[in-house]
């Protein structure tokens, strides 16, 4: 394999909608139930927000049903870390990806909710 044909990466995820998820199924991390953690489906960049180029994690509740969680932007240096580790990508493909809001920490700049990442069985 050449040097620069390791960036093609392609389809990256299995997990496909049947169609758009709607508006409602979106929700910021904070606003998560504290110990709700939702399995990981596929993670995406949005670059049609009004705030600004983001990643979302499509999710799994308990139900089944699949939310568009947005992540913080502070979480993109990990995020990129996890979409460029093949074993990373097919853990998620394999449902043992979870996510869950951490803790409130004050910071200097405001109150924010880390991403806990959870490992699933």
Known sequence: MGLFSTLNKGKRFDFELAEPLPKENYIQLSKL??????????IYMNRKSKFGDHYVALAEDKSGEILGVNLPKFANETIIGILNNDDMVA????????????ETVHGENGDYNPIVWVDLD
């Open 91 to 102: 853990a998620i493909n394999a449902g043992k990806c979870g996510i869950q809001k951490g």
């Open 33 to 42: 139930d504290s110990g709700n953690v939702l399995k990981v489906r596929s």
